[in-house]
């Protein structure tokens, strides 16, 4: 995806939030659903991160598998990431100028037969125990500063599991990459 497409999907989220907050209209959003191409009409797994300018995290949702194109889900995204995550509080209105928006687009998810296969920082990872299912993005361990084992134990927690599910033979993982953009942060 080119940077104009990149930014286009970035506006769409934007939009999608503040025409909640504001009540304003979404031009955007009309002009896609109009257009509907590519890469627009793509339906794949993606998620919406909305972040503070400190860094701090303040709303992340998503999907691993498409459910619609994206023109439909970064809006939709963006609105769960904003007002329905439920770690934290709804954005309010005065919040908006402080949000830092990220989209990932995700690749096809491919099963693989140890967690060893994992590749730091390049592999987003959906572990599966069971019932129990987690998953952290790419680019969540480089960003914590962990390393693999840590990223790992805090992937089973995270599933309700204990640390060392992982290493347990009913625990199964998939891979995936994504491309991930967004918001430059004010200096």
């Known amino acids: 995806m080119n940077d104009h497409d990149q930014m286009a999907l970035i506006a769409l989220a934007k939009e999608a939030i503040e025409s909640k907050l504001l009540q304003t209209p979404t031009p955007l959003f009309t002009q896609m659903q109009n257009q509907q191409k590519p890469p627009f009409d793509q339906e794949v797994g993606c998620f919406v991160t909305l972040r503070l300018k400190d860094g701090c995290l303040r709303g992340c949702i998503g999907n691993l598998w498409g459910k619609g194109p994206l023109w439909q889900e970064i809006p939709n995204l963006a609105r769960e990431a904003a007002f329905s ?19 990932s687009v995700l690749s096809v998810l491919q099963a693989i037969p140890e967690w060893q296969e994992i ?65 430059k942060q004010d200096a």
């Not at 995550?85 to 989209?103: A, T, Y």
């Not at 204990?162 to 991930?180: G, M, P, R």
């Open 85 to 103: 995550d439920p770690r934290f509080h709804p954005v309010k209105k005065e919040e908006l100028p402080n949000i830092v928006l990220e989209i």
């Open 119 to 183: 590749r730091l920082g390049v592999d987003g990872v959906l572990l599966s125990h069971g019932y129990h299912r987690a998953v952290f993005l790419p680019q969540v361990a480089p960003e914590q500063g962990w390393d693999i084992q840590t990223m790992l134990e805090q992937l089973c927690l995270k599933a309700g599991l204990w640390a060392s599910a992982y290493t347990d033979e009913a625990c199964h993982f998939e891979i995936f990459q994504a491309e991930v953009f967004g918001e």
